[in-house]
């Protein structure tokens, strides 16, 4: 039933809308869908319906879902908070991580990515809103952090991720904004660098207008998070 309207295929189109406004084609932003705290079976829903990225955000659980989706080419992200107890693992069996905030998380997972698989895709999570509470490398420090990527061949920087505050009256319209041309200063050094992930269920058109490249989105997608035990 392709015309069936569906909560992807409306996000599908909010996103094709969001680019057309800002000018930039549809295949410009990818769509992942965050998918902690739901089972294997609704994961195999979307991809069925052809999502093929998935974000999770706490290790154990993605790892008992994995095998379930094995041989469906799914794109796995490891996107939740990341300690040195849990790279060899991330390594082993995701295709991203966005959450890395430091040189020793980084060095561990270069030296852990087993070699039968690529270079792992690696975006730094950044504090873009500068909050104490808040996991990220300063905005101030990423530079020379991106630059010791070129000491870790089995990782490939690919930009840059943040989580702006939950209350900011702008839609986190100036934070995406800090965070592209942090990305786009980059990128005078780091051509290589494509990728924006920034915006989620509440604010990912504004994202898409700030230049997301790459957008996560959980509850519109799967309804509420049930609370967790
Ligand atoms: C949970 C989560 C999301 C998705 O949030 P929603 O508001 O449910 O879309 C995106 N990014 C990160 C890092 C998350 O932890």
Not at 33 to 40: H, M
Not at 109 to 122: E, F, G, I, K, T
Request: hydrophobic fraction near 45%.
């Amino acid at each position: 039933m392709p015309d069936t309207e569906t909560p992807l295929t409306s996000i599908r189109a909010r996103i094709q809308a969001a680019c057309a406004a800002a000018g930039r084609p549809p295949e410009a932003v990818t769509l992942l869908a965050v998918s902690k705290t739901r089972g294997a079976d609704e994961i195999a829903a979307l991809a069925d319906q052809g999502q093929r990225h998935f974000g999770e955000n706490y290790l154990q659980e993605a790892l008992d879902k994995m095998p379930a989706l094995a041989g469906r080419d799914l794109i796995w992200h490891f996107i939740g908070p990341l300690q040195s107890n849990k790279t060899r693992d991330v390594a082993a069996h995701f295709d991203w991580v966005h959450s890395v905030d430091r040189a020793k998380v980084a060095r561990r997972l270069n030296d852990q990515r087993p070699d039968a698989l690529p270079p792992l895709n690696v975006c730094l999570q950044v504090n873009v809103d500068d909050e104490d509470s808040k996991s990220g490398v300063p905005l101030a420090a990423v530079p020379a952090l991106a630059e010791q990527f070129q000491e870790w061949p089995r990782l490939r920087l690919r930009g840059l991720m943040a989580i702006p505050r939950a209350d900011a009256e702008d839609g986190n319209r100036a934070a995406f904004r800090r965070l592209a041309m942090t990305l786009s200063q980059l990128r005078n050094t780091m051509p290589a660098l494509d990728t924006l992930s920034m915006g989620m269920s509440a604010d990912y058109p504004v994202a898409i207008e700030e230049g997301a490249t790459l957008v996560r989105i959980g509850t519109a997608l799967f309804g509420p998070r049930p609370p967790k035990a």
